[in-house]
Structures are given as C-alpha cells and as structure tokens.
C-alpha cells in the first residue's frame, strides 16, 4: 500500500543511509512532529502536563539509557542517580545565577564524570558483577544527596527550582516547559538514532558482540566502555535537570531514587533495548499502565468485587514493572519496538506474506 | 618484516608454544601448519595481542609486540580472520566490512550529532573503499544481508573483507577455507592471491588443507605440541620426515 521499497532508488551512498529510506516513514514522522509541535493548541493542560510532558522527558532517559544498556551492552542500575546528579547540579548552579544553559551544560558533564568514574568498574568487570557495581552507584548518590545538607537542603527537603529562561524564553509557563521537553527529546531521538547509523555506533555494538573481534580491527574496547557511559551518562544528567525543571519545579531526593531507576530499566526493556522507537513506546507503557490498571482495580473496589488494601495498592505498579519486565524478557526479548516492526514489516509486503529483512 | 624469536607460552601446566621462531619477509605468502593442537592459533594469538608470550620476542617492522594491546597492534598494519568466523551478528554485511575502518575514522558522539554537516561525509568517503574491497571479493550480493543469514564460505570472505578494509600490511589468516567445499576453496585462493596483488601484502596462512598450502605458499613452518619441527621453502618444509611422522602419527 503506502510502505513501498520497490520503486524507491537511491543513487547516492547518502541516500541509502538516510534515517528514513521509505517515504510512508517519512511521512509518518512528519506527521508525528506536527502534532508534537501543536499539542498545546489542542491538548488540555492537564494531558498536557500530566501525561505527555513525563512521557517525553522519560522517553529521553529512557533513550539515553538504552545507549549505554542496548547498543553498548553495558547494564546499569545506577540511572536514576545519574539523573539525580544532573538535577541537583543544575539546580545549585542555577539559585547562584549560572545561566541555564551552562547550567544544564554542567549538569551533564558532573552526571558524565561521576558516572564513568562508577562506569570504570565495566572496563573490568560484566553482567551481574557492573549491575552490583551500579547498585552500588545509586545507593551511594542517594545516600550522599541526602546527608549531605549543602546538596539536597535537608532529608526531606524540596528545592523549588528558581525562575530562569532557555534562549531568552522564560521556562515558567507550561508551553515554555513543554516546547523545551520536546526540544530535548528530539536532540536525543535525533543523536541516538545518528549514533546508530555511524562509526561510534557501530563501534559500541562492535564492544557489546564481540570484543575480541573489535579489538582486532583497531577498536579500543576499554575507551569505547567508557565513551558510552560518559555520552549516557551526560545525556541522563541533562534529562535529569530537564525532569526536575520542567516537570517537577522541584528538586526532591525521592523523584530519582531507586523506584525510578527501575522503572527506567523496564522502560529500556519493555520498549526493546537499542531501539529509538522502542525507547518512546517503553516509557509511554510504563508510565500509563499503572495508571490504567490502578484505575481499573480502583473501580472493581468500588463496585464491591475486590478488596485491595491501600498499601498493597502503592505496591501494584512495582509487581506490574516485575511482570512486565520477565514478561517481555521470556516472550518478546526485543520489546514493544519489535511488535511495532512486525507490524510494519507486514504492511511493507503485504499482500504478500514474507519479508527477507 | 614479522619476526618471533623463542616465543613461548604456557596455559597453566600445558606448553602451547615452545621457542618458536620465524622470520616472515615482505610479500611472501607464508603457511604455518601442522596437527590439531599444535598451537598454530595460538601464535596467532600471541602475534595480535591476545596472549602475549611470556618468553621470546615478537618483533614487527621495528616495533616490539609483546606488550601492545591488540587494537594498538592493528593500527600498526597486521590484521587477521578467526578460525571460528567472529563477525558481529546482526549487523548487515556492509556494515561489518565498514567495521573494519574503524582506524581511519573518527568516531565520536558529537559528529554524529551533527551527521549532516559532520559525520556524513566521512561515512561515504569511507563507503567508498568498502565498496572496492566489495568489488574485490565480490560481495554485491549480499552487501545488505545481516551476516548471520548468509552461507559459512561467504562469512568467511566477508571476514576476509573487513580484514582488508583495515588496509593491513600484513594478514593472518587462520584456516580461511576449514570447511568449504573444493569451489569454494578454489575461489577463496583466488580471492587471497588477488588482494595479496591489488593490496601489496604480505600473508600468514594456517590451513589444513595441503594443496593450498603447497601451491600458493613460499615458505612455510611446521609446528607439532607447540614446537617447530620443519621449516623452510614450502615443498621442503611439508615433506620433511618429521612432518610426515607427526601427521601419521610415528
Ligand atoms: N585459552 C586457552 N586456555 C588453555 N589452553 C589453551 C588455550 N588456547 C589454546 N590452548 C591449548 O594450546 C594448545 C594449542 O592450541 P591451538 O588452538 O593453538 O592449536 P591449533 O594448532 O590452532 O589447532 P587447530 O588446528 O585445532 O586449530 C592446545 O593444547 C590447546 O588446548
Ligand atoms: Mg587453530
């Protein structure tokens, strides 16, 4: 029908590496961008801050962690730290008038440092042994945000984020916040996606299939670990400050905690690790389907069929994650991004039934 | 050009190489065999980094390899395939070869941020030599294919494709025709003598198979439990007695 390869010549090396060799994808992202861009013309304020500002800037964490977890096979559990690192950076250098754009500079490169600190751990160690090490990281972050008065104001403490502007736009009201968010998730959309189809990318894969073979042909294994937990990291640390300005307003120890960096690893999974589309769609479920289901269970309850208690209700979207997460892992390894492509992979043949790609 | 002075290395009790020594010349095809386990792959190992001997010297054009890294070593210009192909799967054929210029680019997250006005351009300068090596070995085929769907003779090449895209002085390669029928044996000695021509290299061969060895080799070195038990001109060297009694077995 509309997805067509036949038909479509390239005559140029660059227009086979184009992102979108197929026009009916092109079309397809131009029409996602216009109703990106229009959104607060036609969008309640309440979707508009409630549901599609966290599902943009969580598809970015998600994006720039499923870089580090998907195309550099580097697992961490640490995420939610590294955002919490960029969030408090920003947020200090911010109150002290930094201007934000330097602000949220710094907060990436702090999150980039101390993350490849903890990330220098990979260069010795895999699998389990860097999720221990990343554990490690995040408990440790938290632990020092939260004793540590000069950084988090106290245990309990809330820091309002002080009133600032990106490019002369102050980010106060919530178009502001939202052109931001999207702006900072179409950078990293766009920057993962370019990493995907280039040599660092095809460098990071290298490392994560095969070391050996990488190293044979002049990659340095150790500088390209590294290299993927500074360019994720920096890009957590971003979206960190991004999270807590333009969400949040606020800065509390318990929005980067060890819940949230769970939910990020399950966004990274559910989506399909490595993939872009895949990184949209995980965050996208696993910030609705709790809602969904809490809803749902909140009805049973009501109309008498159901007897949940309100603790074990706090406790339902963390078993949801638990499921979901061994659920995609036993039944679709490559996530929610794989069923998208069947999808679209039926349309490009169909009538027919095969694929050779 | 690729000299081992009593190189040696234990892998806990076992000796895998005791005082081998040989001394390759430039652009010279130069076979190394003998039986299974006699520690072929191993030098190959030892060569390119992966286990450093832990007696003798390797020297290559003036550099002393011992304790380079591997990747320092393929920048210096030695670039091998693996017994076992070890090409990276799921990625297209294309994309495996252009893996093997990876020392000429410069990979980084920001050109690729930019990749328009940055890394584009590199990446299609560098498509185009992968394309000559694709022409080369004839790959056009399959240049699109993801590597694990197609057939084991054709990996092979590809492997021997991004090992050329490195444009190496010298190539190792570890038995580049173990299991392949006698066409595609006959096309895989086509393909090494043609880019040991277009590529001036120089080329350490392991393989089984006897008449390739003999037929395109100059020199060559037998190896038996890890030490050498002939070498010299290619003829001489397979038909010593020594040889003949480590195949058969004494
Ligand atoms: N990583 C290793 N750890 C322990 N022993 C090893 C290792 N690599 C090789 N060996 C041992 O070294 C010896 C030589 O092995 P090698 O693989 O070099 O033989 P080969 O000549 O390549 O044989 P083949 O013709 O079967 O490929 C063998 O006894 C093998 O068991
Ligand atoms: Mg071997």
């Known amino acids: 029908m509309f997805y067509r390869l036949s038909g479509v010549y390239h005559t140029r090396y660059s227009a086979t590496r184009q ?30 801050s409630s549901y599609l500002l966290p599902w943009l800037i969580f598809s970015a964490a998600t994006l720039a962690l499923t870089l580090l977890m998907g195309l550099a096979g580097q697992l961490h559990f640490g995420f939610g730290a590294v955002m919490a690192i960029g969030a408090y950076t920003s947020i200090h250098l911010a109150r002290a008038g930094v201007p934000f754009e330097l602000a949220l500079l710094a907060a990436g490169l702090m ?9 220098a751990a990979a260069l010795r160690v895999k699998g389990l042994y860097l999720v221990m090490a990343t554990l490690a990281m995040q408990f440790l972050v938290d632990w020092v945000i939260v004793n540590v008065n000069a950084i988090s104001g106290g245990a309990v403490a809330t820091l309002q984020t ?32 370019n990493i995907k189809r280039t040599s660092f990318g095809r460098a990071l894969v ?13 990659v340095n294994i ?39 960096t769970i939910q990020l690893v399950a966004m990274a999974l559910v989506g399909g690790l490595g993939s872009v589309i895949g990184g949209f769609l995980g965050a996208g479920f696993v910030l609705l389907a709790p809602i969904v289901l809490l809803n749902l269970i909140a009805r049973m309850t009501d109309a008498g069929w159901l007897n949940v208690s309100t603790t074990l209700m706090a406790h339902i979207p963390l078993m949801l994650y638990g499921a979901m997460i061994i659920g995609f892992l036993l039944f679709e390894p490559l996530g929610l991004a794989k069923i998208y492509d069947n999808a679209r992979k039926y349309f490009l043949v169909w009538p027919f039934r095969h694929t050779q790609s | 050009m690729l000299a081992c002075e009593k190189v040696s290395r234990w892998f806990g009790g076992v000796r895998a190489l005791s005082d081998v020594s040989l001394d390759i010349q430039q652009g010279e095809i130069f076979g190394l065999v003998g039986p299974n386990g006699s520690g072929k792959t191993t030098l190959v190992n030892s060569i390119t980094g992966f286990y450093p001997p832990q007696q003798g010297t390797i020297r290559f054009e003036g550099h002393t390899l011992n304790r380079v ?18 090409l990276f799967k799921g990625m297209s054929v294309l994309d495996n070869i252009l893996l093997g210029r990876h020392t000429f680019m410069h990979p980084s997250a920001l050109a690729s941020l930019f990749y328009w006005w940055w890394a584009e351009r590199e990446e299609v300068a560098h498509r185009d030599k992968v394309e000559e090596i694709i022409d080369l070995l004839q790959l056009e085929s399959v240049r ?51 880019a040991k021509e277009a590529l001036d290299l120089t080329v350490l061969l392991i393989e089984h198979h006897m008449d390739v060895i003999s037929a395109i080799c100059d020199r060559a070195v037998v190896l038996n439990n890890g030490e050498v038990i002939a070498q010299g001109p290619v003829l001489e060297a397979v038909r010593h007695p020594a040889v003949i009694a480590a195949y058969i077995g004494e």
């Not at chain 1, 999150?111 to 990330?119: S, Y």
């Not at chain 1, 736009?169 to 993962?192: E, G, M, Q």
């Not at chain 1, 390209?224 to 957590?236: D, E, H, M, P, R």
């Open chain 1, 19 to 48: 992102l979108w060799p197929i026009p009916a994808d092109r079309w397809q992202i131009g029409a996602v961008a216009v109703l990106a861009l229009a959104a607060p013309l036609y969008m309640s304020d309440l979707y508009l």
């Open chain 1, 111 to 119: 999150a980039a440092l101390i993350g490849c600190l903890f990330g």
């Open chain 1, 162 to 193: 002080p009133q600032v502007s990106y490019l002369f736009v102050p980010v106060a009201s919530l178009t502001a916040r939202y052109y931001l968010a999207l702006l900072w998730a179409a950078i990293v959309t766009l920057l993962v996606l």
């Open chain 1, 206 to 218: 290298a490392v994560r299939d095969k070391d050996f073979a990488a190293a044979v042909i002049g």
């Open chain 1, 222 to 260: 150790f500088k390209y670990k590294l290299l993927a937990f500074f360019t994720s990291s920096f890009l957590g640390g971003v979206t960190g400050s991004i999270l807590a300005f333009c969400f949040y307003q606020a800065v509390t120890p318990s929005q980067f905690n060890f819940d949230v």
């Open chain 2, 69 to 86: 890294r591997p990747h320092r070593i393929a920048s210096l210009g030695i670039a091998r395939t693996f017994q076992n192909v070890a």
């Open chain 2, 144 to 194: 699109d294919e993801p590597v694990e769907v197609i057939p084991l003779g054709m990996q092979k090449r590809v492997e021997l494709a991004r090992a050329l895209a490195a444009e190496p002085r010298m190539l190792i390669l570890d038995e580049p025709m173990a299991g392949m029928n006698q066409e595609e044996k006959e096309y895989m000695v086509r393909f090494v003598l043609d």
